[in-house]
């Protein structure tokens, strides 16, 4: 069974930072692309940021320059640095897994987390 669990949200202020951790558990994850997407009341889901198993990024453009996404040594760990906080960040953020190539469609990815919400405050 596969198990992705996100952690580290919380309330900040504008301009202050957070790392979202996911971690994942059920099967070999090193081969999978990871993302982070969020969710605010009443909006669709969003494409955040993605990496692949070879370390390659992307990235949606609001978030560039501001937010990081890294692996975890063992592969089934990923992070979302964020830095810069606006209150338009303020979303639930879920963590997702595929495996298939890196895309920034929620469509194409098959395993998700709860979420973790993140409220930025100005």
């Known amino acids: 069974q596969v198990h992705l669990v996100e952690s580290g949200g919380g309330l900040v202020q504008a301009g202050e930072s957070l790392r979202l951790s996911c971690s994942a558990s059920?099967?070999?994850?090193?081969?999978?692309?990871m993302a982070w997407f969020r969710q605010a009341p009443g909006k669709e889901r969003e494409f955040v940021a993605a990496?692949?198993?070879?370390?390659?990024?992307r990235y949606t453009d609001s978030v560039k320059g501001r937010f990081t996404i890294s692996r975890g040594n063992a592969r089934n760990t990923v992070y979302l640095q964020m830095n810069s906080l606006k209150p338009e960040d303020t979303s639930n953020y879920y963590c997702?897994?595929?495996?298939?190539?890196?895309?920034?469609?929620?469509?194409?990815?098959?395993?998700w987390g709860q979420g973790t919400q993140v409220t930025v405050s100005s």
């Open positions: 997702a897994a595929t495996t298939t190539a890196i895309t920034d469609s929620a469509r194409g990815y098959d395993f």
């Open positions: 059920g099967r070999t994850f090193r081969s999978y692309t």
């Open positions: 990496i692949t198993w070879s370390g390659s990024t």
